[in-house]
């Protein structure tokens, strides 16, 4: 299927192998670089690129991004969406690129579409690129793009973003200030100390806080922080597993303690989470 993708977006864009820049193909069904060679992309069938330039692995499974996609479909974090939308309308007056580093199956990715910012998304999880790309197919969103590719060396210009957004996603600070225009923002979004108490405390016999996140930028100044606070209940155990295994310690947890979910059909938990708001001085 032929794709077409917002000017914007496209002049961003750079290819992966020699960092010449990016254009569509006359059939519009790949990405062509400028370069002698020409090395071509091709957009798959559910409408992204895959623009990784080695076999990265990681990244989420399948599984991992069906939950997940179920679960924020659900309106369970919209809360947390419109406050990263709130700060993009708040600093981006006039609009502008946004670029979701580590996007996921791309949730917030287009919601900051439908609040017409241009938004291009990079993962190293295929699966969760594809459900990126077929989220934006089904609302209509043109002004998209959805990329597998690594955070830390994303095929985008010097100087392109007006924004980047960092949901739940590694922090890579070198590779962002890069990409920012000067003046630009960086939204990074973490747990706060009581993030999911009550989800912990049905699993844990003891239950610590959260700690501070330690990959903070350092090299561009902090203007804000924004904290999202609300109790959320979940009903039945398929969206209380859909949440814990979004977590970072579901991977830590043993099977015995896994299973102290198991037949719970609501629960009522914390949620806290920080924005930090950095801007890239001039």
Known sequence: MAQRIDNRILDAL?????GAPLGCSDNGKSLLC????????????DGY?????????????KQAVRSRTEFLESGAYEP???AVNKILCDFLLGGGLVVDAGCGEGYYSCRAAENSFDVIGFDLSKDGVAQAAKRARRKGLSNTFFGVGSVYAMPLRDKSADAVINIFAPCAEEEYCRLLKDGGILAVAYAG??????LKRQIYDTVYENEERADMPRSMKLVEERRVRFDLTLRGSAQIMALFSMTPYYWRTSPEDKNKLLGVEELTTEVDIIIAIYKKEI
């Open 193 to 198: 100390r009581e993030h999911l108490m009550g």
């Open 80 to 82: 947390v969406s419109d």
């Open 34 to 45: 400028s370069a002698p060679r020409r090395h071509c992309f091709d957009f798959s069938a």
């Open 49 to 61: 690129v895959n623009l990784a330039t080695a076999h990265h692995g990681g990244g989420d499974s």
């Open 14 to 18: 750079v290819c992966p192998c020699c």
